[in-house]
């Protein structure tokens, strides 16, 4: 129940974002103020990617972890085939059961839902001036001590379908001029700077359309997901 109320929220997120005029179907990139490229011989670090994936049912929304995880699979695969196209020298994060790197990793949740939220979306905060100006904080600094890394990279992607039977509710409620929330694929990815826990790069993607248990049509969402990657 609590995983489908998050679920709930973060369509929430989605649809708010959808109602500020955010395009359907491209990604939007920003850089913050300052930063243009990665550096040279800069280290990446490439974060556990943060991927749920469920099901619209006639009685609601059902987490699917089978679909979730091929997601996972196919997502990560895509991510590393890409690892070369962006000059820099990527490296994995070393096996840990750190809680730290956890939080850090739900830290990134809750301040990209609000960089979707204030910097893409109506709920413009006039203190950012329009300017890509967040950051996770000094804990970030110990992804930089394990993977000796220079720069962290945080993926968060939701993706939904619809069964059999919520495409049929959504056919007959729309007779009575009734709209039902349609599937959705939402995703964003950070570039942090490691020494100062800034956002340098944020990139995010909503769309009604992609399916992340395939392979290739996964491999689309990610490099749509990375588009404008400042390498």
Same mark, same amino acid.
């Given at each position: 129940?609590?995983?489908?109320? !998050?679920?709930?929220?973060?369509?929430?997120?989605?649809?708010?974002?959808?109602?500020g005029?955010?395009?359907?179907?491209?990604?939007?990139?920003?850089?913050?103020?300052?930063?243009?490229?990665?550096?040279?011989?800069?280290r990446?670090?490439?974060?556990?990617?943060?991927?749920?994936?469920?099901?619209?049912?006639?009685?609601?929304?059902?987490?699917?972890?089978?679909? $979730?995880?091929?997601?996972? =699979?196919?997502?990560?695969?895509?991510?590393?085939?890409?690892?070369? =196209?962006?000059?820099?020298?990527?490296?994995?994060?070393?096996? $840990?059961?750190?809680?730290?790197?956890?939080?850090?990793?739900?830290?990134?949740?809750?301040?990209?839902g609000a960089?979707?939220?204030?910097?893409?979306?109506?709920?413009?905060?006039?203190?950012?001036?329009?300017?890509?100006?967040?950051?996770?904080?000094?804990?970030v600094?110990?992804?930089?001590?394990?993977?000796?890394?220079?720069?962290?990279?945080?993926?968060?992607?939701?993706?939904?379908?619809?069964?059999?039977?919520?495409?049929?509710?959504m056919?007959?409620?729309?007779?009575?001029?009734?709209?039902?929330?349609?599937?959705?694929?939402?995703?964003?990815?950070?570039?942090?700077?490691l020494?100062?826990?800034?956002?340098?790069?944020?990139?995010?993607?909503?769309?009604?359309?992609?399916?992340?248990?395939?392979?290739?049509?996964? !491999?689309?969402?990610?490099e749509?997901?990375? !588009?404008?990657?400042?390498?």
């Amino acid at each position: 129940m609590r995983a489908a109320k !998050r679920i709930i929220s973060q369509l929430l997120l989605g649809l708010s974002l959808l109602s500020g005029g955010t395009a359907l179907v491209q990604a939007q990139e920003r850089n913050a103020p300052g930063f243009k490229s990665i550096e040279p011989g800069a280290r990446i670090v490439v974060m556990p990617i943060d991927v749920e994936i469920f099901e619209f049912t006639a009685g609601g929304m059902e987490p699917r972890a089978d679909w $979730t995880s091929q997601a996972g =699979t196919h997502l990560r695969a895509a991510l590393l085939s890409r690892k070369t =196209t962006h000059g820099a020298l990527p490296v994995d994060l070393p096996a $840990t059961n750190d809680e730290l790197i956890e939080e850090l990793q739900h830290l990134h949740r809750a301040v990209g839902g609000a960089i979707s939220l204030h910097h893409f979306g109506m709920l413009k905060l006039p203190t950012k001036d329009g300017k890509l100006d967040w950051s996770l904080g000094d804990e970030v600094k110990v992804i930089r001590e394990k993977a000796k890394a220079d720069y962290a990279l945080f993926t968060w992607v939701r993706d939904s379908h619809a069964s059999g039977g919520r495409v049929a509710m959504m056919i007959f409620a729309a007779g009575f001029g009734i709209g039902l929330p349609p599937p959705m694929q939402l995703g964003y990815a950070s570039l942090v700077e490691l020494t100062t826990g800034r956002i340098v790069w944020f990139n995010q993607l909503m769309r009604g359309s992609g399916d992340l248990r395939e392979a290739e049509p996964a !491999r689309e969402s990610m490099e749509a997901l990375l !588009r404008g990657f400042p390498g």
